[in-house]
């Protein structure tokens, strides 16, 4: 039982209108692994500078994490300044240096090409599937992606879809890559080029996601003070692929269990800056959030009372 | 068993990327209307000009819809002029004649006066009142207003607010209304001016709704042919008040179902032009949509074995 994530390790420095964060651990790979941590062994595949903090690979270690797929190279760490607006489901990015990941090249130690479960990062879709390739057997595998390489490698990214089980993307993104704005069309699309699973994310409105023939919805976490969005969606897929690992079969059941955990550590990433709000989250804090959402969403069927009074009414 | 409904009746003229629709039947009391009248009598309360079509009136005949507080003045009906873009949450509107509708006062027919569901639609918070007023003993009230009136008479629509059961607005309007950016925050200052219920309608993505302290939310029906997103709200108010108009117990399962059924009607509407969607809905789709919305949004109970491998995982 082991997952294994590839995506970028950052210092994260971020404004919104509810604080500040300077140089803060972030990137998909932490945010990811951090979530998925809940639920099984991670295996976590990046590039750090000498600067990364030592606190960042303590915090990872205490956690389990197997860090033997992470690679620290002369130079920086990456750095990302962003900055939100109200809208929080929107960054502004301010800064990119992409210091020691401008030259990241992912290469698996041996005991990490039998991981089942795998998630590509929005990194270079090349490199997506070179990790992807070094994997012996997968169970199930995803990725995540940007309008950055949807601009400058719609090929190259067309062809990883082709080639993992599930795709999780934000709304905006499947509607660039697809060309269509009407989501259902676009995650249609998607699937037919080859993944059983399209996970359209929607920030404060929730996901919906697309698995065989069956679509479902789950609503945000009512969450009343929103901090910082930053690696809602990584903490998402954390939250996703670490439950799918613990599952026996791979079935609709227990994919749509798997979007509400990713729902939950989602709402915990968004309460504080950084990965403070997602170090939060425990069984019993998950568990509680997991009965809400089902309270929140719950549909009871119509009364037959009201029925019988309906037909009358026509 | 009546509701009644106080709004525009509308020629509406509207382009959007699939279509266009020329001087069609519109406006909020048709739309609200056409969909509370799937399940109990409306009142309408109304004005149109000379030039309104006579099939217009036969087809809300047609539905049993009482139409004794439709007031025909000299001059023309309501127009409105609008487009859409591919996003469709938003109307961009290009021209308004009032015309009739300027002068508008709401007076109501003796038989209306004991009407148990009022809805006011988004007419000035004056007049809203003034309808208010006439009702001898309403047992659910509920209003609708927009940007115009929260930018012009807020005070009076505050005063308005204070003595409905239930506020059914849009999302940006409740941010407008209370500075407030967080919905869940919005909402809470709503409720505590002294509506027990706030819905909150967020377009394709579905809504949320506050009822006493519970939160609730209903995602959009998922509509792979979104051709004319006007009516939508006014639809979502007319089977919202339709189904609470055949309950017994205005409870909380009442009012959730109650904004199943809102959406439901609100997905026949954005399926065409004009009411051309509306007015196909019937019980069986109605309930075919109801069955699809319970899977779309259904939460299963987390798996036991899932639970104990997520204990071992920590």
């Known amino acids: ?5 590839v995506g970028s390790i950052a210092l994260d420095t971020v404004e919104t209108p509810f604080g500040r964060a300077e140089e803060a651990l972030g990137g998909t790979a932490v945010y990811f692994s951090l979530a998925a941590s809940l639920f099984t062994t991670v295996q976590m595949v990046g590039v750090v500078g000498e600067d990364f903090p030592a606190e960042g690979v303590e915090l990872l270690r205490s956690r389990s994490i197997d860090l033997s797929g992470l690679q620290t190279q002369t130079g920086q760490t990456f750095r990302w300044v962003g900055e939100y607006d109200y809208d929080m489901n929107t960054a502004h990015t301010l800064d990119t240096r992409l210091n020691v990941f ?8 041996a005991g990490y090409r039998d991981a089942r479960f795998v998630f590509l990062g929005n ?3 090349v490199l997506q599937l070179e990790v992807l390739t ?8 995803a990725l995540d992606t940007m309008n950055f390489w949807i601009q400058r490698k719609k090929a190259e990214l067309t062809e990883v879809i082709r080639h993992v089980d599930a795709v999780l993307i934000n709304e905006t993104e499947i509607r660039e890559y697809t060309g269509r704005y009407n989501v259902m069309r676009a995650a249609e699309e998607v699937q037919a080029l080859g993944p059983r699973c399209v996970v ?16 479902s919805a789950v609503p945000a976490y009512p969450t009343f003070d929103v901090k910082d969005t930053t690696g809602a969606g990584d903490s998402f897929a954390g939250g996703f692929m670490g439950y799918l690992d613990t599952c026996d079969d791979l079935d609709e059941i227990e994919v749509r269990r798997a979007a509400v955990y990713g729902t939950i550590l989602a709402s915990f990433a968004v309460e504080d800056f950084s ?3 997602l ?11 997991y009965t809400r959402l089902q309270d929140l969403a719950r549909i009871d069927r119509p009364a037959v009372a009201g029925q019988q009074l309906i037909i009358e009414g026509v």
């Open 123 to 125: 990194i270079d879709p």
């Open 134 to 141: 070094q994997i012996t057997k997968p169970r199930f595998t």
């Open 275 to 277: 990965i403070n709000g």
């Open 200 to 215: 359209v994310k929607r920030g404060e409105y929730g996901s919906l996601m697309f698995f065989d023939d069956h679509i």
């Open 102 to 109: 401008e030259m990241f090249h992912p290469t698996l130690p």
């Open 279 to 289: 170090t939060r989250a425990d069984q019993d804090s998950m568990t509680s959030r």
């Open 1 to 5: 039982m082991a997952t294994l994530v």
